[in-house]
């Protein structure tokens, strides 16, 4: 099972984008997931999780601007991100650590005016 996050791109300082991690499996129904961030030099840092009962948790620096949601009909679990700041740039990773290949290909966010 390949995850596959994708929903990055350019945005403005304030703005909005929507991730998507989606897999072919349904392993978001029964698996916690993750989003990970890693700035140019940094390491990877935890954004936010979802556990299989819908259980959400964030980073403190993301907290009130970003939403993590999951929709089991689409195996796709999703990041919402608003009021984005520069310091938000990064790669954005989709995890799941009970899988076989835990870490999916990442996508690029940069915050920039």
């Known amino acids: 099972v390949q995850l596959q996050a994708s929903g990055g791109g350019l945005v403005q300082p304030g703005g909005s984008l929507r991730l998507s991690c989606a897999t072919s499996?349904?392993?978001?129904?029964?698996?916690?997931t993750n989003w990970y961030r890693q700035a140019p030099g940094n390491g990877r840092e935890f954004v936010a999780r979802?556990?299989?009962?819908?259980?959400?948790n964030y980073a403190d620096s993301v907290k009130g601007r970003f939403t993590i949601s999951r929709d089991n009909a689409k195996n796709t679990v999703y990041l919402q991100m608003n009021s984005l700041k520069p310091e938000d740039t990064a790669v954005y990773y989709c995890?799941?650590?009970?899988?076989?290949?835990?870490w999916g290909l990442g996508t690029q966010v940069t915050v920039s005016s």
């Open positions: 995890n799941v650590p009970s899988a076989i290949n835990p």
């Open positions: 979802i556990t299989p009962g819908g259980t959400t």
């Open positions: 499996g349904s392993i978001f129904t029964f698996a916690l």
